[in-house]
């Protein structure tokens, strides 16, 4: 067993395990940090995304040692910050989750989109969302939520 150190949620955190291990279950296992889950288990569904220096980046495939050095933030730390709290009451208020399990990568994806980009229009929310997967059929409602998050960011 190796011993891995990795930034989360803004603080260092070292892990004794596999540095090929798979993020995702470094999080989950390790960390008790259940928010971004497995689904596909082939990053195709974006249920596993998290912040990494910023961008929204999917994790349930990709060795935790390569994010050393890297600055990991999960949906757990996203009330923190400004953007992520706006998209976060904005998912609440426009209903933009039915089973919730691809919620949590959504709202990372989103939180990336508005730090890039804070006035999408409709095609780049699309956009910025290609990357995930909802199966229950509230897709309309996340980009209602994400349109709204942006204008709630654009009133601070």
Request: charged share 20%; with cysteine.
């Amino acid at each position: 067993m190796d011993s891995l150190t990795l930034t989360i949620n803004g603080e260092a955190r070292r892990i004794d395990c596999d540095p090929a291990t798979p993020l995702l279950f470094v999080l989950r296992n390790d960390l008790d940090l259940t928010g971004a889950k497995l689904g596909c288990g082939l990053e195709q569904c974006g249920a596993c995304a998290v912040l990494v220096d910023g961008e929204a980046t999917l994790c349930c495939n990709r060795p935790a040692g390569e994010f050393a050095g890297r600055d990991i933030v999960t949906v757990e730390a996203l009330e923190k910050d400004p953007v992520g709290a706006a998209v976060q009451k904005a998912f609440i208020a426009e209903g933009a989750a039915q089973c919730g399990y691809c919620t949590a990568g959504l709202v990372v994806a989103a939180t990336s989109l508005l730090k890039a980009n804070a006035t999408p229009d409709r095609e780049a929310i699309v956009a910025g969302l290609e990357e995930h997967l909802c199966r229950c059929g509230s897709h309309g409602r996340v980009i209602a939520a994400i349109g709204r998050a942006a204008k709630e960011i654009g009133n601070v």
